[in-house]
């Protein structure tokens, strides 16, 4: 499964900025961990958030950056299953 | 070797197939989950073909609480991390269990050998296995409706949440039929077990190792859909940075 693709409009609805934008930092943020993102685990996604996107996010200074990503580790952790469920 | 071996050792070889199928997948997707599975059928499918071999009736039992255990941790790995979730007292029950089928069926059993101490351990394999499919079934359910309307995820991820749900209620009714139905000759009930067992474990093997034909096949419908939007996606680094911190 695409994590782009599913974290992207999340995001998106937490900051009110577009998806695409959403999208891209996400996959920089992907690119910045030197991960495959065609292969992540639950783990690297929590990681890639709360390191490299968090940087990211804070780099185009969105404000109240602590609740969001307060609010992006509920979404992952309440959809853990999406990852586990989705490698092959 | 009449047709009830053959079928027995049928049921015990499939598991040792779908367990090297489920280390393979293991390795090559490093998910965690996947080695609690592959417990639960390299011991299934080895204790089951020792006791089949030695003729004991007793050896099976002996993984009962460990295959539990393993299911247990499955759930959590693939379902529970990171958030508050009953693990601890599933995974105590399964010992719990694991004991007294260890002691009725094994322990008692050799010093006396009562039919009483055989029912007892049956039914607590039946409750056992009851309550931990049971739990796979209500995590599954409750993931499922929460991505249910979700575009975002592909379709064969909401099939496998489903072929799971399925899967889990057809090894409920397996569990009470192998605990409840004396085996020993070939019969309607015998064979219809048989077939649900074989059912049991390729929608399994099905579910988590899932060929990409099948992949692509439950996913036709979500290609055509993410295809069409990902040349707006693809933004350089600095239209990405321009657009967040417009406002």
Redesign the interface.
């Known amino acids: 499964?695409?994590f782009?693709?599913?974290l992207?409009?999340k995001l998106s609805a937490l900051?009110s900025?577009?998806?695409?934008?959403?999208?891209?930092?996400i996959?920089?943020a992907i690119r910045d961990a030197c991960k495959n993102p065609n292969?992540l685990?639950?783990k690297d996604i929590?990681e890639i958030v709360n390191k490299e996107l968090k940087i990211r996010l804070d780099?185009?200074?969105?404000p109240e950056l602590d609740q969001v990503m307060s609010q992006l580790n509920k979404i992952i952790?309440?959809?853990?299953?999406?990852f586990?469920?989705?490698?092959? | 070797m009449g047709i009830a071996d053959i079928l027995q050792i049928t049921v015990y070889t499939v598991r040792l197939i779908i367990a090297v199928a489920l280390a393979t997948y293991a390795i090559k997707?490093?998910?965690t989950?996947f080695w609690w599975l592959f417990g639960l059928y390299f011991t299934s499918g080895v204790f089951g073909l020792t006791d089949f071999i030695l003729q004991s009736g007793n050896i099976f039992a002996l993984s009962s609480g460990f295959r539990f255990i393993c299911m247990v941790l499955f759930i959590h790995?693939?379902?529970?991390?990171?958030?508050n979730n009953p693990t601890i007292y599933f995974f105590i029950m399964s010992v719990i269990f694991g004991i007294i089928i260890i002691i009725f069926n094994i322990l008692f059993d050799y010093i006396n050998p009562l039919e009483l101490y055989d029912t007892i351990a049956s039914i607590t394999q039946i409750i056992g296995n009851i309550i931990v499919f049971s739990w796979l079934i209500y995590?599954?359910l409750n993931?499922f409706l929460?991505?249910k309307n979700?575009e975002?995820?592909?379709d064969w991820?909401k099939m496998?949440?489903k072929l799971v749900i399925f899967y889990s209620f057809i090894g409920i009714f397996v569990a009470i039929a192998y605990g409840t139905i004396n085996f020993t000759e070939i019969n309607f009930y015998a064979i219809f077990i048989f077939i649900a067992t074989i059912t049991y474990q390729l929608i399994q093997l099905m579910a988590w190792v899932?060929p990409k034909f099948l992949?692509n096949y439950f996913n036709r419908h979500f290609i055509a859909h993410?295809s069409s939007s990902k040349t707006?996606?693809?933004?350089s680094?600095d239209?990405?940075?321009i657009?967040?911190?417009e406002d």
Do not use: H, W
């Not at chain 1, 900025?17 to 930092?25: A, F, I, N, Q, R």
């Not at chain 2, 707006?232 to 933004?235: A, G, N, Q, T």
């Open positions: 499964m695409d782009v693709n599913f992207g409009p900051i900025k577009d998806v695409s934008p959403c999208k891209g930092l996959r920089f292969s685990t639950y929590i780099q185009v200074n969105i952790i309440k959809n853990q299953s999406v586990t469920m989705s490698i092959y | 997707t490093k998910g989950n790995y693939t379902f529970y991390l990171d958030r995590s599954s993931a929460n991505v979700d975002t995820i592909d991820v496998r949440y899932m992949r993410t707006i996606d693809e933004l680094e239209e990405v940075i657009k967040l911190r």
